[in-house]
């Protein structure tokens, strides 16, 4: 699949994106030039050879913290995308086969989580379990889950009425094989695009968190911080929040790129087992 990917320009494009902000979420404190929570007296100073990007309002190096703000702005979004895929996709794949008292208990905590408040229940746990990137990630992963169950719970029922898995049934194949063999093979191109729709989401809702100061321990760099840093100050620096909101933009429209491919590569037999999980 990820061969089939790469063929296509747009797959290409993507992962050259992608390949990019993941370099800079593992180089990026290596590579920041001054402390990112230093401050200096040198506060809202404009870009110059020595600052590239100017200092914000406390006079911390604004480069320096959009680059070591990378790791937790990246790596949430892939927190919170493999917590909703794990806690989404076992129970979907698992209610089509483990009985209807699994199955209504799983579709009925399904439609609680989705008939919550998403950004109210994310805040109000946090606070709850205290304010760590790993206790908002996830929450929001918990709360992203139901994508991934419908996709694969829609996946998993069309493949349990082929004519190939009855016969395997009907051979005595027990249920763990039949999910090994013919199972999870069909389900994975659905998946694979709803976890690259999720990437873009989660960092999306990530830079949002981070941006109200929700997941992140202060004065901690994040991208979503330098950018509300920066708009609080645009009489004086009016082109401060260029950069994190580029690269914000750009890193999602990559995951979306991405997904786009995937879904190309599928064809129809891709697209369809998504539109059922959307309609469901």
Do not use: C
């Not at 050879?49 to 959009?66: F, K, M, P, Q």
């Amino acid at each position: 699949m990820f061969r089939a990917v790469l063929r296509l320009p747009t797959g290409r494009v993507a992962v050259t994106v992608l390949g990019g902000v993941l370099l800079l979420a593992l180089l990026g404190p290596a590579l920041a030039p001054h402390d990112p929570i230093e401050g200096t007296d040198a506060a809202l100073a404009a870009p110059s050879a020595e600052r590239w990007l100017g200092t914000d309002y406390l006079g911390r190096d604004v480069l320096s913290r959009i680059l070591a703000g990378a790791p937790a702005s990246v790596f949430g979004a892939v927190l919170v995308a493999v917590i909703a895929l794990v806690v989404g996709a076992v129970p979907g794949l698992l209610s089509v086969y483990l009985g209807r008292w699994f199955e209504w208990a799983t579709l009925r905590l399904v439609d609680t989580l989705i008939a919550l408040p998403f950004l109210v229940f994310a805040v109000a746990v946090t606070a709850l379990l205290g304010n760590g990137i790993v206790q908002a990630m996830a929450t929001v992963g918990v709360l992203v889950s139901p994508v991934f169950y419908r996709v694969s719970r829609a996946a998993a029922l069309g493949v349990s009425r082929s004519q190939y898995v009855e016969a395997a049934v009907l051979a005595g194949a027990s249920t763990g094989w039949i999910v090994r063999r013919h199972v999870v093979a069909q389900v994975l191109p659905p998946v694979a695009i709803a976890l690259a729709n999720t990437m873009a989401a989660g960092f999306v809702v990530v830079s949002s968190l981070t941006f109200l100061g929700i997941g992140v321990q202060q004065p901690a760099p994040t991208w979503g911080g330098v950018l509300a840093s920066d708009l609080g100050y645009l009489a004086f620096r009016p082109y401060a929040p260029l950069i994190p909101t580029v690269l914000i933009m750009l890193t999602v429209w990559a995951f979306n790129l991405l997904a786009d491919a995937f879904r190309d590569t599928e064809g129809a037999a891709g697209r369809a087992p998504v539109k059922e999980a959307s309609t469901r």
